[in-house]
Structure formats: structure tokens, C-alpha cells
């Protein structure tokens, strides 16, 4: 069977470049949205060119401007958005309505995979302000796919471990600390953590899969299913290094959300449903969902204890 071809939106991103990356090694034709706005960012130019070196194909194309979308859009079978979400990055996820569009007026696309790769927001009803925008936009990029009757997987990715792995969960730095660690509550609270080129490589394999058709694949492979203190226990093993454990309470951890910047409270929020209420896994997946490493078991995921290596 030919394979899909995949138009990944957002390639030059930190999700992006690696759906890119697993999109060339399954061997789909892959193509890039090469947007005209990107001007003189030379960074994001020059992985573009090497991914068309690797035989990805550039397709220009812009969100103000539709016909450009709906044309890049009819090259190809499946859509995948990584448009940013993260907000001390940048957040544009409600752009996503004008691909909407464009996939709807193309009316072409057998699959549309949108910008999720976190938390899965369907469970995110009662978050709390203001980090719910994030799961409430993605509802709304959701809502706008089903009516437009788009074929659709939504990758619920969970913890990417740049963000959450070697930093041992510590907020505002991505490397592990030194001499003391906040343990969230009592730090038993099991949480999924994920390689991120793994991340990209199960969302590859989801989309010419019948059983991910218009259903959420959950990425939960069971050793990555730890809860804070495993995680740090891993870290203090490889490197020797017992750290002093902070406990805080999450009265006291919601108490820092007054007075802080916009950023940070989206964080602690971020952070409170993740660890404290265990939102990652106080939910069976239901007969609208399927477990990745369950589809995929040939996928040789990377376990936290291999991640946490590059850090040492
Ligand atoms: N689970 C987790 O731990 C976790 C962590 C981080 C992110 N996420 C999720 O992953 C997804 C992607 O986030 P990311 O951090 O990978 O994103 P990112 O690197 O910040 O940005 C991805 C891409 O968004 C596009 N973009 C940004 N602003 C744009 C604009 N104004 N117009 C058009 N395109 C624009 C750019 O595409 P070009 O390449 O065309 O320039 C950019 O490369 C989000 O849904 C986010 O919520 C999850």
C-alpha cells in the first residue's frame, strides 16, 4: 500500500521538527508548510533546507492567506499541525480554525492530526484559570474538526521529557537541580513521561491506522507511567547524588499563583492538575481512545531512566 502523504504545519517547532524527522523515516512522502513569514529567521530556514536535503518537500503557504492553505493542503492525504501552544514560547493555537477551513473547503485530507501532544483537554473541563485557555482552545479547534466532519486522531502525549524529565518536575529551569527538589504533595501522584522523538514516532504510526480513526491515541507505555518520586529516585541512582526533598502542600503551591505573572500562574496550573491531581492518569482510556504502546508494541520506547542519562 502507497503510503500517505503527510503535510506536517509548524515543521521548524520542537514537536514539529521531530514529526518531521519520524514522517521521512516511515518513508511518507513528507511535506513542510514553509511559511513566507519567517522572513530572516535564518534558524527555521536552515532546517527547512535540510529537511528538503533529507527529501522533504517545501510547500509555501501562509495563514492570511486561505487559497495558499487549501493548495498545500490538496498535495497531500494527511495534516499534521504542530502549531505552538506553550506560553512562555508562544500560543497560536486558535489559528488552527483557518487550516480548519482550508482542510474543509480542500475537502481531500483522510486524516487531521491538530496541535494537542498534552494533557488530553476532553478531561480538562473543570481546569483551572487561567492555564485552561489551553485545554479550552483545543476543545475548540476539536469542536470546529467534528462539525466540519474532518477524519481525525488526537495525540494525547502527556509530559514531554524536556519539560518535565530532566528537570525532576521543577518549574522555570529544564535542568535537574543541584541540592534541593519541591516534591509536589506527597510526590506519589502517577504522572506519563515521553521521549519526544518517540512522541513523534507513535504519531506516524497512528495515521494510516483504522483503529486511531477519529479516536484519541493516549501515549502511556507503562514504565513511563512514575510519579515524581520514582523519577527523582532514578535521577539520584545515576548520578550519585542524594538531593534534599522540600515538600509543599497544595494550598501553598496554589498560593503562589497571587501576584505572579500570566506565565506563571498558565504553569502552576499546568503543574497542579498534573501532579497533584493526577490528570495524566485518573482516567481509564474509554472506547474513544487507544494506548500507543499497546498499537505499537514494536515501538522500543525510551525509558525515563535513559532519558535522565543525558543529563549526568
Ligand atoms: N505535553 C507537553 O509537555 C508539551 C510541551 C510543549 C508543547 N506541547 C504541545 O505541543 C504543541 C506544539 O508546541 P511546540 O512547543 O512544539 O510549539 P513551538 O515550537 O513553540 O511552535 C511550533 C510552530 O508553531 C508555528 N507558529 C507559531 N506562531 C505562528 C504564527 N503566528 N503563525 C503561523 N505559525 C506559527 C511555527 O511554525 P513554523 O515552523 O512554520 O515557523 C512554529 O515552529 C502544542 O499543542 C503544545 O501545547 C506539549
Redesign the pocket.
Known sequence: MAKSRVLV?????????RLVKASLAEGHPTY????P??GL?ID?LQ??MEFKRQGARLIEG??SDHRSLVEAVKQVDVVIC?????HF?????L?QLKLVDAIKEAGNIKRFL??????DPAQMEHALEPGRV?FDE?MIVRKAIEEAKIPHTYVS????G???VGNLSQMETLLPPKHKVLIYGDGNVKAVF?DEDD?ATYTIKSIDDPRTLNKTLYLRPPENILSQRELIEKWEKLSGNTLEKITISKEDFLAQMKGADFVTQVGIGHFYHIFYEGCLTNFEIGEDGEEASKLYPEVEYTRMHDYLKRYL
Do not use: Q, W
Request: with cysteine.
Open positions: 504545519v509548524g515543521g521548524t517547532g520542537y514537536i514539529g521538527r513542510i508548510l514553509r511559511r513569514e519567517i529567521d527555521k532546517i527547512l501562509s495563514f504542530a502549531m505552538s501552544g506553550v514560547r508562544s500560543h497560536n493555537l489559528l491538530p496541535s494537542e501532544f498534552g494533557l489551553t483545543k502525549a502527556n509530559c514531554f524536556g519539560y518535565f515521553m512522541i
